[in-house]
Nanobody, 115 residues
Framework: QVQLVESGGGLVQPGGSLKLSCAAS????????MAWYRQAPGKERERVAG????????TYLGAVDGRFIISRDNVKNTVYLQMNSLKPDDTGVYYC????????YGQGTQVTVSS
């Protein structure tokens, strides 16, 4: 079955960086568009970034464009999210996701940006 396992979250000061990873299994990873979502306390889940199966045409939420970079390794079946210049508003649980007949999410990894 589809499994998505995120890692790399933590506590970081404003202006700092984190790199999230998501290990995928149970499906042909190289054939699917992958995305990162986040959910802040009391807010709706929102899509942060997405990347085509080939690694081309990454797209970003306006609030993170220029600070976050999504990438993938189709040999390691892993998608990454490099987050730079982090702000307190970036705090939340980050999920990787794939859509095939339904949307799947991993268990999430907590990112807290605070001084």
């Amino acid at each position: 079955q589809v499994q998505l396992v995120e890692s790399g979250g933590g506590l970081v000061q404003p202006g700092g960086s984190l790199k999230l990873s998501c290990a995928a299994s149970g499906f042909m990873f190289s054939g699917y568009y992958m995305a990162w979502y986040r959910q802040a306390p009391g807010k709706e889940r929102e899509r942060v970034a997405g990347i085509m199966n080939t690694g081309a045409s990454p797209t970003y939420l306006g609030a993170v464009d220029g600070r976050f970079i999504i990438s993938r390794d189709n040999v390691k079946n892993t998608v990454y999210l490099q987050m730079n210049s982090l702000k307190p508003d970036d705090t939340g649980v980050y999920y990787c996701s794939v859509f095939m007949n339904q949307r799947y999410y991993g268990q999430g990894t907590q990112v807290t940006v605070s001084s």
